[in-house]
């Protein structure tokens, strides 16, 4: 049973940073193509950034040059570092996994939600202005 538990989320002034962290369990996450998602209330799921079977990154707009996606193999962890925060920002996030054995080619957009059939709890992040 693949499991997805996210951890790092607070409440963070504007301009401020944090470093979420989702630990894979179950299998080898490293054969997974994984992603950051996020949701405010009243509002579709959002993806943020996602990475690829070749190791490449994808990131939504909104977000380009101050989050970074990136892999601990040997703790089956990955992560999301977060600069420059806005209060846009605020929001549920969440790390998905497609089921394994997968196999995710490089894409302009971060894939949308159903492609992701496993799901962490999500972890809060509040940026105040």
């Known amino acids: 049973q693949v499991q997805l538990v996210e951890s790092g989320g607070d409440s963070v002034q504007a301009g401020g940073s944090l470093r979420l962290s989702c630990v894979v369990s179950?299998?080898?996450?490293?054969?997974?193509?994984m992603a950051w998602f996020r949701q405010v209330p009243g509002k579709a799921r959002e993806g943020v950034a996602s990475?690829?079977?070749?190791?490449?990154?994808t990131y939504a707009n909104s977000v380009k040059g101050r989050f970074t996606f990136s892999q601990d193999n040997a703790k089956n962890t990955l992560y999301l570092q977060m600069d420059s925060l806005k209060p846009d920002d605020t929001a549920l996030y969440y790390c998905?996994?497609?089921?394994?054995?997968?196999?995710?080619?490089?894409?302009?957009?971060?894939?949308?939600?159903?492609?992701?059939?496993?799901w962490g709890q999500g972890t809060q992040v509040t940026v105040s202005s």
């Open positions: 998905a996994a497609r089921l394994p054995p997968s196999y995710c080619s490089r894409t302009s957009l971060v894939r949308a939600p159903s492609f992701y059939g496993f």
């Open positions: 179950g299998y080898t996450y490293t054969t997974y193509c």
């Open positions: 990475i690829h079977t070749d190791g490449t990154t």
